[in-house]
């Protein structure tokens, strides 16, 4: 039996998590598969009633994926309410290298995601700056509020 891994993030605007995503990962907005336009018309193609497709649902990208195969299909579900409440799960941004890289050059190469992430729309939560414990990370929240590390 194969595994595919999808993370599957609720939001109130897929437009703009898939917007902020693929700048932060790398990833690109998933094409609609078969040579449809759009999701809707792959969907509606498919036989999904049109009282099952929320207003706006499927005319753009809701989902993204590494252009390079090898990362997970992040898929931005549409939900009505805004987070209330901490995420339990989140997505670390490992780009340091781990501790087998200078620490001096895991914090360049961290700050360097987190200013990228900040102009696409990242606020920033807690700096983590550790050097005697050979430590250093950024928790920040997406558009939405959902946290997410760079480490």
């Given at each position: 039996m194969e595994l595919t891994l999808q993370v599957t993030i609720d939001c109130v605007d897929p437009r703009r998590q898939v917007a902020f995503w693929t700048e932060a990962l790398g990833y690109i907005p998933e094409p609609a598969p078969g040579g449809h336009a759009t999701w809707r018309d792959y969907w509606a193609d498919m036989g999904v009633p049109e009282d099952e497709l929320t207003d706006g649902a499927g005319d753009a990208p809701e989902s993204v994926v590494d252009p390079s195969?090898?990362?997970p299909r992040i898929w931005f579900q549409r939900v009505p309410e805004s987070k209330?409440?901490?995420n339990r799960v989140h997505l670390d941004l490992k780009v340091g290298g781990g501790r087998a890289v200078p620490f001096a050059e895991r914090r360049k190469r961290v700050t360097t995601v987190?200013?990228?992430v900040i102009n696409a729309g990242?606020?920033?939560?807690?700096?983590?700056?550790?050097?005697d414990m050979d430590h250093y990370a950024v928790v920040l929240q997406d558009p939405e509020g959902n946290e997410f590390c760079v480490v």
């Open positions: 195969g090898k990362g209330v409440v901490k987190v200013d990228r990242a606020s920033v939560l807690r700096v983590m700056d550790m050097p």
